[in-house]
C-alpha cells in the first residue's frame, strides 16, 4: 500500500474521544447498535462528530495535566489522581527491559499525547524515552504547538515518523475497531518490523464473525456516533499471528461493554 493509503486510512480515524466510559455504554440511548454489511451505510446511518470540539475540549485537558493543575485527563476528562491501565505499562516497561532500558514508541491515532502523560511518571525514571505520535492533520498541529518536547513528538506521516525515529515499540490503542478495512491497515503497519506490537482497549463480540454496528456516545459526552467493528477474536489471533508475531500476554480490560461485547489488550513480539 502506498504512502497516501496509509495517509488516507489516517484521516479516517476517529479523535480521542471515540472511547468513553464503559459505564455509560449500557444506556439506553448509547452503546452499540445494529449490524451492517457495509461500511457505508454505517456511515450514513452515524451523526457524526465535531472534530474541532473534541480537538478544543482534549487540548484544554491535556494542558491542565501538562502544567501540574490536573492529575490525568481521559476524553477530555479530568482526574485528581492517575488512573493507570497496569497491563498497559506492565507492556511498555517489558518492552523497555528487553530493549535495555530504552523504549522508542509509535503511538498510532495517539491524540495529544494522553498515554505518555498517564504514564510519565514511569518513563522519567528510563534514561532513553522517545514517544512519537502519529495522528490527524489538526492534532499533529496542536501538538507540536503546545505538547511537543524532547520526548514526544508529532507526525501526520506515519511513513516519516518510521524513517526518522525508528520506533521499536507499536501502541494501537483504541484504534483499529474505527478504521473501515483494520486488517489491511495492520498488514501495512506491520510490515515495519517492530519489535514489539501492544494493542490496547480493543472492541471484540462474542459471535462466529465481527459484527460492524454504530457506538453512540452518551449526549453527556459528545453525542455523537460513528462506525465500529466489534471484531471476532478468534479472527483476530489468526490474522496477527501470519503477520509474524508471537503473543506474550493478553489481557481483559473491560469483561462487559453490552451485550457480548467486551475489551481486550495484547502483547505481541515479533517472531526471531
Avoid at 492534532?139 to 524532547?150: D, Q, R, T
Avoid at 511513513?159 to 475497531?177: A, D, F, M, T
Avoid at 449526549?219 to 501470519?242: C, D, H, Q, V
Avoid at 500476554?249 to 515479533?270: A, P, R
Amino acid at each position: 500500500m502506498k504512502k497516501s493509503c496509509i495517509m488516507r486510512l489516517l484521516r479516517d480515524l476517529v479523535p480521542p474521544l471515540i472511547w468513553n466510559m464503559c459505564r455509560y455504554l449500557v444506556s439506553e440511548n448509547s452503546g452499540f447498535h445494529g449490524n451492517y454489511d457495509d461500511w457505508k451505510k454505517a456511515q450514513i446511518d452515524s451523526i457524526g462528530y465535531g472534530s474541532d470540539l473534541i480537538l478544543e475540549r482534549v487540548k484544554a485537558a491535556l494542558l491542565k495535566v501538562k502544567n501540574g493543575d490536573a492529575a490525568y485527563e481521559r476524553d477530555s476528562v479530568l482526574f485528581d489522581e492517575i488512573q493507570y491501565a497496569w497491563p498497559l505499562l506492565a507492556s511498555l516497561m517489558f518492552a523497555a527491559a528487553k530493549s535495555g532500558g530504552v523504549l522508542n514508541v509509535l503511538d498510532f491515532g495517539g491524540s495529544l499525547g494522553s498515554t505518555y502523560y498517564q504514564n510519565k511518571k514511569f518513563f522519567d525514571r528510563l534514561e532513553n524515552v522517545s514517544w512519537s505520535i502519529v495522528e490527524q492533520q489538526n492534532f499533529v498541529l496542536a501538538g507540536k504547538e503546545g505538547f511537543e518536547n524532547s520526548r514526544l513528538k508529532f507526525f501526520g506521516d506515519f511513513g516519516k515518523c518510521v524513517e526518522e525515529k525508528r520506533p521499536n515499540v507499536l501502541l494501537l490503542s483504541g484504534v483499529i475497531q474505527y478504521i473501515e478495512s483494520p486488517y489491511i491497515l495492520l498488514e501495512e503497519l506491520l510490515k515495519h518490523d517492530f519489535e514489539y506490537v501492544i494493542f490496547d482497549r480493543t472492541t471484540f463480540a462474542n459471535q462466529e464473525k465481527a459484527r460492524l454496528a454504530i457506538q453512540k456516545v452518551p449526549e453527556e459526552i459528545t453525542g455523537a456516533s460513528y462506525p465500529i467493528w466489534l471484531l471476532n477474536e478468534e479472527e483476530f489471533l489468526k490474522k496477527i499471528s501470519r503477520l509474524n508475531y508471537c503473543l506474550i500476554e493478553q489481557f481483559f480490560e473491560f469483561s462487559e461493554l453490552g451485550k457480548n461485547v467486551y475489551s481486550k489488550g495484547f502483547l505481541y513480539e515479533k517472531k526471531v
